[in-house]
């Protein structure tokens, strides 16, 4: 599976963004998606999943209720919605995932079998 993420830029603190992950290859072995983030100097850091029917769903706390995550499976597509953006939230925003099955969310990035290239997103002050 490859993904391909997009939809990352520059926007004032408050404002939104939403990034996009597209999945392509053998999709069908596509069963959780997360995002993650990672800025300079600092650890990769989970930030929302979703599993492949869409119902199960979990947030990293520092964006919870702010970010919103959502699947669309017919294209094979991932979707982020951040809002009220801080400059905290800077960094560069990765998409992974995983063929398990996974009952729960799994945060850790050592979980996820496969990644995009990240797309930077910057929230200036």
């Known amino acids: 599976v490859q993904l391909q993420a997009s939809g990352g830029g520059l926007v004032q603190a408050g404002g939104s963004l939403r990034l996009s992950c597209a999945a392509s290859g053998r999709t069908e072995r596509n069963y959780i998606m997360a995002w993650f983030r990672q800025a300079p100097g600092k650890e990769r850091e989970f930030v929302a999943g979703?599993?492949?029917?869409?119902?199960?769903?979990d947030y990293g706390e520092a964006v919870k209720g702010r970010f919103f995550v959502s699947r669309v499976n017919a294209e094979n597509t991932v979707v982020l919605q951040m809002n009220s953006l801080r400059p905290e939230d800077t960094a560069v925003y990765f998409c992974?995932?995983?063929?398990?099955?996974?009952?729960?969310?799994?945060?850790?990035?050592?979980?996820?079998?496969?990644w995009g290239r990240g797309t930077q997103v910057t929230v200036s002050s």
């Open positions: 992974a995932g995983t063929i398990r099955p996974y009952g729960v969310i799994p945060t850790s990035t050592t979980t996820y079998d496969y």
């Open positions: 979703i599993n492949r029917a869409g119902v199960r769903k």
